[in-house]
């Protein structure tokens, strides 16, 4: 008795160790249609329907809608201008800034442009773009920009950031620093010189490759002479009239030094010395100032002329009412003209070689 359980005990044991080994065969029955079915429990399906869905698709959707189109990353530029424009416009209206009427929009600050280009564009776009499609996204861009001005005018610094982050995506680095040096020029062109506190100026002017730096400083009158002024006018009429000359005062002399020679002996011309002094005759006031300049680069003609513009601000930064009658002369603008690069084949710019036939 007890071998015979033993027995059963052994093959229930190899039976089971069996079925683990081989491979499950499921039975199929017929129905009345004769076509044969598989049978398959639900239980032994657990683990089959755990292991389909770890498993990740072959072809995963695409990232965006527009995947099918030709110019998949074109529209997706635009999509994303648009949804940009039309959130910048509610922020504005919910804080009463849109609609505009037309007198606020005429005194908005000027646009900066630093667009990139076509080209440009269209690297970063990760395709060519035509024409058209850079057309179109400019004005949305444009759009953009104004909505962005007229956050920075109301002090909405938060749109103003987020607006300025989309819109720097699409300019480029040389328009960016063109951008700045404009800026710069306006703001220097726009800024006078201060008086130190010794009542010195400083200015700065160039011509062609010459550049000079300017001191200004006013005349200190002499005591002396104008003590004896003093007491020349206290005589009587008849004494004035016998003696005109001796009642008026000398006229003030000053000293214009450049690079620690006087100006005689630095420009021997006569053209250059006038250019020079033309500033301060203009503004009357001629003698009233010691001037102190280091020139650098250049001939003559370019730093007499850098010397010119140096001191037409210096006048300006001393009295500032002789500012029109400067300006008027075109003595405050610097001297575009440059000189002229030498061709190839020719002798200079414009002078040609002689013709030999032979």
């Not at 328009?175 to 100026?201: F, V």
């Not at 002094?277 to 002329?305: D, E, I, M, T, W």
Request: proline share 8%; aromatic share 6%; with cysteine.
């Amino acid at each position: 008795m007890g071998s015979c359980i033993r027995a059963c005990n052994m093959f229930t044991m190899n039976t089971r160790r069996l079925m683990n080994q081989r491979p499950l065969h499921l039975r199929t029955f017929t129905n009345a249609g004769n076509t044969s079915q598989t049978f398959v429990p639900p239980a032994s399906l657990e683990h089959v329907e755990n292991e389909k869905s770890d498993r990740t698709p072959q072809l995963l959707p695409p990232p965006s809608p527009t995947f099918y189109t030709t110019r998949p990353g074109y529209h997706d530029t635009v999509e994303s201008l648009q949804q940009a424009i039309r959130l910048s416009r509610s922020a504005l209206r919910a804080h009463h800034l849109l609609p505009l009427p037309p007198f606020a929009l005429r005194v908005l600050p000027p646009l900066e442009p630093a667009w990139a280009s076509q080209i440009e564009m269209g690297a970063k776009i990760d395709g060519k773009l035509t024409a058209t499609m850079y057309r179109r996204i400019m004005t949305l861009l444009k759009e953009l920009e104004m909505l962005q001005r007229i956050a920075r005018v109301a002090g909405v610094e938060e749109l103003e950031g987020a607006v300025g982050n989309v819109i720097g995506i699409f300019e480029s680095y040389r328009g960016i620093e063109a951008r700045k040096r404009r800026i710069l020029k306006r703001e220097m062109a726009g800024k006078k010189a201060d008086l130190d506190q010794y009542g010195r100026s400083y200015t700065v002017g160039r011509r062609k490759t010459s550049a000079a730096r300017v001191w200004m400083i006013a005349v200190k009158p002499e005591k002396d002479g104008a003590a004896q002024t003093k007491t020349k006018t206290k005589g009587t009429s008849n004494d004035l009239l016998a003696s005109p000359s001796s009642s008026i005062s000398p006229p003030p002399t000053s000293s214009i030094l450049i690079n620690s020679a006087p100006m005689s002996t630095y420009f021997p011309l006569p053209a250059d010395r006038e250019r020079v002094l033309r500033p301060l005759k203009l503004a009357g006031l001629l003698g009233s100032y010691n001037v102190f300049a280091l020139v650098r680069g250049g001939g003559s003609s370019g730093q007499s002329g850098a010397l010119a513009l140096a001191i037409a601000k210096g006048c300006v930064a001393h009295v500032p009412e002789v500012e029109p009658i400067l300006n008027k002369a075109q003595l405050m603008r610097r001297d575009p003209r440059m000189v002229e690069r030498k061709k190839t084949g020719l002798a200079k710019s414009r002078k040609r070689y002689t013709w030999i036939k032979r």
